[in-house]
């Protein structure tokens, strides 16, 4: 069975970090680019990192650059979100997804081929 699946979500206290995990099971993550979205509640979902297949290329956009993360184990067949210094305006429910692409790029735009559940981080005091 083909499926992503987000874990490591929780409820902190802004400044705490946390890790989120996006496992796939069924297919090889490190041929797809990966990318993580937000949708926090009354909003509109919108992509906040992504990686490319070969790991060259990472992008954020512009509210979590320098305190987010993204990284790939292909051996484990997962991608990572570190993020540090959380906000109370990360309070979200955070998805993956990966997609193909082949010319080293990635982009929150592009169109996915699977998407994960998702996973709730809650930041408050």
């Known amino acids: 069975q083909v499926q992503l699946v987000e874990s490591g979500g929780g409820l902190v206290q802004p400044g705490d970090s946390l890790r989120l995990s996006c496992a796939a099971s069924?297919?090889?993550?490190?041929?797809?680019?990966v990318v993580w979205f937000r949708q926090a509640p009354g909003k509109e979902r919108e992509g906040i990192s992504c990686?490319?297949?070969?790991?060259?290329?990472?992008f954020y956009r512009d509210p979590v650059k320098g305190r987010f993360s993204i990284s790939r184990d292909n051996a484990k067949n997962t991608v990572y979100l570190q993020m540090n210094s959380l906000k109370p305006e990360d309070t979200a429910v955070y998805y993956c997804?990966?997609?193909?692409?082949?010319?080293?790029?990635?982009?929150?735009?592009?169109?996915?081929?699977?998407w994960g559940k998702g996973t709730l981080v809650t930041v408050s005091s």
């Open positions: 069924g297919f090889t993550l490190g041929y797809f680019a």
């Open positions: 990686v490319s297949k070969s790991d060259s290329s990472k």
């Open positions: 997804a990966a997609y193909t692409r082949d010319d080293g790029g990635c982009s929150w735009y592009d169109g996915m081929d699977f």
